[in-house]
C-alpha cells in the first residue's frame, strides 16, 4: 500500500500527511480496513466458544464456517454497518465534506492498529502463551483501545466529529458503542 497507492511514502509522511495533501484516501481506506478485519478475525476465532448452529448448518459447495470464517463475517459485517452508518449519519446531518476527512483520518488510526495486531497474532501463535490468562489482557487492550479511539476522535486536530456536542454524543453513543456491544454479543454468545 505505501510503495503504490502512497506513492512511496515512508510511514512518518503517511501519519503527518495532512488531508488537502493526501490522494488515494479511498484505496487506503479499503485496504486498511481489510487488513484490520483479518488479523482481528485470526486473533478472535480462537476465543469464539462456537459457531451457532444456524450459521454452521448452511453449507456451500459443501464446505461450512469455521470459527475463522464466522468471526471473518461477523468483523466484515460489522465494519461495512458502521461504515454505511457512519456514511447516513454526516449526511443525515449536512456535515457530507467531513465524511471524507473522517475516514481520511480513521484510516491512519486503523493503520497503527492494524501494526499491533499483527504483533499481537505472531506473539500468539508463535510463543508460547496461555490462551486464558491472555484472554483477560486482550480484554483490557481493546477497551484500551476504545478509549483512545474516542478521546482520538473526539480531539484529533482535523475536527472529525460534528461540531455541536449533541451530535458527537450521538455519534459516541450510536456508531461507537451499540455496534461493539452487538459484535460482542454477535460472536461470544
Known amino acids: 500500500m505505501m510503495n503504490v497507492i502512497e506513492r512511496e511514502a515512508n510511514l512518518r509522511d503517511f501519519m503527518l500527511q495532512k488531508y488537502f495533501d493526501a490522494s488515494n484516501n479511498l484505496p487506503s481506506w479499503v485496504i486498511t480496513s481489510c487488513v484490520t478485519a483479518v488479523t482481528l478475525a485470526v486473533l478472535i476465532s480462537q476465543y469464539i466458544p462456537v459457531v451457532p448452529k444456524y450459521i454452521a448448518d448452511l453449507q456451500i459447495a459443501g464446505y461450512q464456517l469455521n470459527k475463522f470464517g464466522y468471526s471473518l463475517i461477523a468483523i466484515t459485517f460489522f465494519y461495512l454497518t458502521k461504515s454505511t ?6 449526511q443525515s446531518i449536512g456535515d457530507g465534506k467531513k465524511w471524507t476527512i473522517f475516514y481520511f483520518t480513521a484510516t491512519k488510526f486503523y493503520f497503527i492498529l492494524s501494526f499491533l495486531l499483527i504483533i499481537l ?5 508463535y510463543f508460547p502463551v496461555d490462551r486464558s490468562k491472555i484472554f483477560l489482557y486482550y ?8 478509549i483512545f479511539k474516542v478521546f482520538f476522535y473526539l480531539f484529533h486536530r482535523n475536527n472529525i466529529l460534528p461540531e455541536k456536542w449533541y451530535y458527537k454524543f450521538l455519534y459516541i453513543c450510536t456508531l461507537q458503542i451499540a455496534p461493539l456491544l452487538l459484535l460482542w454479543k454477535l460472536l461470544f454468545f
Request: contains cysteine.
Open 121 to 125: 497474532c505472531v506473539t500468539h501463535y
Open 85 to 90: 452508518l457512519g456514511f447516513l449519519f454526516y
Open 139 to 146: 480484554l483490557f487492550f481493546f477497551s484500551f483501545v476504545f
